[in-house]
């Protein structure tokens, strides 16, 4: 996946900072906002593993700082439950101009419960999904307990949370209050998934089962077992991308690119809106040619020059090893590898033309294994009869028609 910095503004013009994680062979078919848990960041381990594991399913994901944590502007001190779900709505804006809306939208624990009423809100969200989210945003005060009665007195209090100090004042909790989600739930009309761990001993899983009793259909509940509540193991993480991209796929519109039915060896078909972008079959396998980004492309797969060389790789490969275990030869391994160019003719019949040149394949082999000299040289013979390296270097003729 490709990963791009970018920042934005939130309603009260602090610069909020977050990672866009981008497919690297696509163009995403839908776009997602991730909201991180009280005081946590972008950075946390759920956020980023998932994020890069739905990115590899080919949507586009926002992660960001809420407002005074992170790298965002803007301070903690001063935010409250109202903001974040403000600065959710700022992030969809900044999708929606630069690329395109949000349709899906994930919140760990707290961010949860922000992505909950933030969904209300965007008519381009289809579909959300809480993980280890409480059912009351004021549970946010069980983190807390010993530092209310101190925050009622004063007006506000240093709590630590996560062995990090952070400064809550009394319009925090005052805010928080005001949001109750239960009642919320029941007129949310976008499909809801709900997925929690039965060992979380920060969220307790009786709030997933509170959350899935008060939402309306389509909602599901996966469990996930065995994981702790920040999600910190990578697997863990990425086996929940993998499970809200297959669900979300059902909710979502996820264009698909027809390769036309052929009884051709290959089929390429290109659409006019894909540039370069170019979708091919072979056989029973599916895949993308396109063209660097200087050229105009997208780089979403090789050149067609890159697929030539790499017919040219691999049949110089599979030719040896058949023949050096024809021969029961110790070859272990073997890599071809080839360069492509258009060099001048060094002899022609036009030579007094300055600008004549000629396609050039640069082929460099390395062998392994306990080889002599002998073996060594008869298969580099043995490369120049491999079958594309013969049509290659032989005449060839291209027949076109339409059809």
């Known amino acids: 996946m490709k990963t791009e910095k970018v920042n934005f503004k939130n309603k009260s013009g602090d610069d909020l900072s977050g990672y866009l994680e981008l497919p690297f062979n696509q163009d995403p078919h839908n776009f997602v906002l991730f909201a991180h848990c009280f005081t946590c960041n972008k950075n946390f381990f759920a956020a980023k593993n998932i994020s890069r594991t739905l990115a590899q399913n080919g949507y586009g994901v926002l992660r960001f700082d809420f407002t005074g944590l992170g790298e965002s502007e803007g301070e903690f001190s001063e935010s409250n439950f109202s903001g974040n779900i403000q600065d959710l709505l700022a992030a969809a804006t900044y999708l929606k101009k630069e690329f395109k809306a949000p349709s899906l939208l994930i919140g760990h624990s707290l961010g949860g419960a922000a992505v909950l009423f933030a969904a209300k809100e965007l008519k381009s969200v289809k579909a959300v999904t809480t993980i280890a989210a409480p059912s009351t945003t004021a549970h946010v005060q069980h983190l807390i307990e010993n530092n209310i009665k101190e925050i009622e007195k004063n007006g506000e209090a240093q709590v630590n949370i996560g062995g990090r100090s952070f400064k809550i004042k009394k319009q925090f909790l005052d805010d928080i209050a005001k949001h109750e989600l239960k009642p919320y739930l029941a007129d949310l009309k976008k499909s809801l998934l709900i997925m929690h761990s039965p060992q979380d001993n920060i969220v307790s899983i009786k709030n997933a089962e509170e959350l899935y009793i008060a939402a309306r259909h389509p909602k599901s509940f996966i469990s996930l077992d065995g994981a702790e509540h920040l999600l910190a193991a990578k697997g863990d993480a990425s086996y929940a991308g993998n499970v809200i991209a297959t669900w979300a ?155």
């Open 249 to 403: 796929a059902r909710y979502l519109e996820i264009p698909k690119k027809e390769i036309p039915e052929s009884n051709a060896d290959v089929v390429a078909g290109l659409e006019k809106e894909d540039a370069f972008t170019t979708n091919m079959k072979a056989g029973n396998h599916t895949f993308l040619a396109d063209e660097p980004i200087s050229a105009g492309g997208k780089d979403y797969g090789p050149t067609p020059y890159q697929f030539l060389s790499s017919g040219l790789a691999s049949c110089t490969s599979m030719t040896l090893q058949m023949y050096a275990k024809r021969k029961k030869w110790p070859l272990e391994n073997v890599e071809t590898h080839v360069y492509y160019s258009r060099e001048h003719h060094e002899d022609c019949e036009n030579c007094e033309e300055k600008t004549s040149k000629i396609d050039t394949f640069r082929r460099e082999i390395k062998l392994f294994g306990d080889l002599d000299e002998k073996q060594k040289q008869r298969l580099l013979e043995i490369a120049d009869r491999c079958p594309v390296h013969k049509s290659l270097a032989s005449e060839t003729k291209i027949k076109t028609k339409l059809i």
